[in-house]
């Protein structure tokens, strides 16, 4: 996205963000993306969202929940099950299936309020 459309957008972006709970919107059959969404070829697949808006992908804003303090997604060895070894609780930005982060015209009073 070029810094001036980015600039654009950001006027008014309540204007240009779908309502609902995705990065998406249906118009005459069409999947119509919100235009602050996009993906990043550099992080692997299911983990490649990014949001023009928030200005952050999917890593980021999982590295921002597993750093707060207020966040229940601490790791230690209760967390890794033992017949897998894979982590049982993380954090997961869905920013790469499309689903908001924002939540901008995200909530049922925005839906009656337009």
Request: proline content about 5%; hydrophobic content about 25%.
């Amino acid at each position: 996205m070029t810094p001036e459309r980015l600039s654009e957008l950001l006027e008014c972006p309540e204007k240009h963000i779908p309502l609902g709970d995705y990065c998406y919107d249906y118009y005459n059959g069409e999947i119509i993306s919100c235009p602050f969404w996009d993906y990043r070829d550099d992080l692997p697949e299911q983990e490649n969202g990014y949001c023009y808006f928030l200005q952050k992908s999917d890593w980021d804003i999982n590295e921002e929940i597993e750093k707060s303090n207020k966040s229940s997604f601490k790791f230690d060895d209760d967390d890794i099950d033992e017949k897998t070894g894979m982590k049982t609780h993380f954090p997961t930005s869905l920013l790469w299936d499309q689903c908001k982060e924002c939540y901008l015209n995200k909530w049922k009073e925005n839906y009656e309020n337009s």
